[in-house]
């Protein structure tokens, strides 16, 4: 029994897939959500000719960052799943720099930014503060 030579396919090659993967890469959904804005959204659906772009630049979806040939693959990738998808995606507002700190166990204390040693006290010690506010709302309530 002969053995057989390896294949030599490109799958386990780093650089090749490295390079493929930043040549897919689109906008990220903060940079579209940006690109929604009114001001921005008319600029990018009323650009220029341009020949290397698909259809000369004219067909352009905002929601998926994508120039399309003609405006019946448009119209057809808007009723798509990917579309619709991004649209789903979209409606959630984009996580800020304030946000990644607070999940990542940073606070800020009079303008300045504490980072906080153990996260499970922490965690422990909003749990109390929430509780508090909460009997403290339920006390008004019953007050009034």
């Known amino acids: 029994m002969v053995r057989m030579r390896r294949k030599r396919m490109h799958c ?5 897939h490295n390079r ?7 906008k990220d959904l903060d940079q579209i959500q940006e690109d929604l804005k009114p ?4 600029r990018l659906l009323n650009l220029p000719l341009d020949e290397d772009l698909p259809g000369l630049g004219q067909h352009y979806c905002v ?17 798509g799943r990917e579309h619709k998808r991004r649209l789903r995606d979209l ?3 984009a996580y800020t ?6 999940a990542a166990g940073l606070s800020t ?7 906080s040693l153990f996260g499970p006290q922490s965690l422990l010690s909003l749990k109390r503060q929430n509780d508090a506010a909460a009997a403290k709302n339920q006390q008004m309530d019953v007050e009034s």
């Open 12 to 16: 386990n090659n780093k650089e090749l």
């Open 109 to 115: 204390d009079n303008g300045r930014a504490v980072s």
């Open 39 to 42: 001001e921005n959204k008319s």
């Open 97 to 102: 720099q304030k946000e990644a700190e607070a």
């Open 20 to 26: 493929y993967k930043t040549k897919r890469r689109t």
């Open 63 to 79: 929601e998926c960052a994508q120039f399309y040939i003609d405006d019946d693959t448009l119209v057809r990738h808007r009723r």
């Open 91 to 93: 409606k959630d507002p």
